[in-house]
């Protein structure tokens, strides 16, 4: 290459051609993009000018393995089909966006072995923090989680025992408050529709959450007002006609997820059935068509996209040395409309 000629195009141009094009020293374009707090603005947006017009494309796999620890936190949901996750994602997103870092997403389709996968390929990149919605993990996961030394917050309930962090709420006490609002609104016989328990955590949680109340109520047990489904709104269907046709003094039905609650709706007005005159409907999440149904579903409202952002903001902290492990309880709130 000739002498005075500047490369271009991205991979081929290398640190000293961006700092050749500005008239800076090589030490001054390494601050511009890792320490841009140490420079003038006018200095860092002639750095960045020259990054832009010749294309280069700093090394961060080099940075990370000189560092040991990149600007990137790992974030692994359960399913990125479920709009549940959205608000909390954008919640992390913004935080870390803010502060200069950024957010790799993995979906570990409901598997906590898939998870195990995830969390030793983040581990791999050098991840600086990780962000788990589960709270269950493989004892392989954990051995690894430890042995990294990275800041974790678990962000989909409030465990006893959390790994480092927690942001989230309680499951239980959710599901408790919505079973006896009910009661309050006069409902005797109060059905219970979940996922399935023995695989899913949250659905166990709010399980036990719908029993405690019952039992504050001096209410039985009753396995025919229980039911344990697979996802979707055909699922929510099938369980309230079949819960109606095992218990028809069925009152009402707490459908521990709000798909299982709209499919549940959807098929009642199929059959002329009267919500909430013959049956009462309540949700557990409340996505944005609860709001917009006939009638509107009365639901658990949940604190996501301030989970996204709390749970980001705890990791910052660590990562900085500025903060300790923390423990928040973010709550809920029972939303009553005129499905109950």
């Known amino acids: 290459m000739a002498e005075g000629r500047v490369r271009s195009g991205g991979q081929g141009a290398r640190m000293r051609d961006v700092a050749k094009a500005a008239g800076v020293s090589l030490m001054t374009v390494s601050r511009a993009l890792r320490e841009p707090q140490r420079l003038s603005e006018e200095t860092r947006k002639t750095v960045l000018d020259a990054v832009k017009k010749i294309g280069y494309v700093p090394n961060s796999i080099a940075a990370n393995l000189a560092s040991n620890r990149s600007s990137v936190v790992g974030q692994i949901v359960p ?197 909430p005159g013959r049956i009462a409907i309540a949700g557990f999440d409340d996505l944005d068509i609860l709001q917009h149904t006939v009638p509107r579903l009365t639901c658990l409202r949940l604190p996501r996209l301030e989970i996204g952002r709390r749970s980001a903001e705890a990791l910052l902290d660590r990562v900085r040395g500025t903060g300790d492990a923390v423990r928040l309880d973010l709550g809920f709130e029972v939303i009553q409309r005129e499905s109950t």
């Open 79 to 275: 399913s990125i089909q479920n709009s549940l996750y959205a608000e909390t994602l954008k919640g992390s997103a913004d935080v870390l966006r803010t502060a200069g870092m950024h957010l790799m997403l993995a979906d570990s389709g409901y598997s906590m072995q898939e998870e195990e996968a995830l969390i030793g390929a983040f581990l791999a990149q050098r991840v600086c923090g990780l962000i788990l919605h589960n709270t269950d993990h493989t004892p392989r996961a954990l051995e690894m989680i430890e042995r990294a030394g990275v800041p974790v917050i678990e962000t989909g309930d409030i465990p006893r025992s959390p790994i480092d962090m927690v942001a989230s709420y309680s499951n239980a006490e959710a599901a408790k408050a919505m079973t006896l609002h009910l009661a309050a609104r006069g409902y005797k016989r109060i059905g219970f529709v979940s996922l399935d328990t023995k695989i899913n955590r949250r659905a166990r949680e709010r399980l036990r959450g719908h029993l405690a109340a019952l039992k504050s109520l001096g209410l039985p047990k009753d396995a025919s007002l229980l039911s344990e489904v697979g996802p979707g709104l055909t699922s929510g269907a099938h369980a309230m006609v079949d819960m109606m046709s095992r218990a028809p003094d069925v009152d009402a039905i707490f459908f521990a997820g709000d798909v299982l609650a709209i499919g549940a709706l959807f098929e009642a007005q199929r059959r002329g059935w009267k919500v």
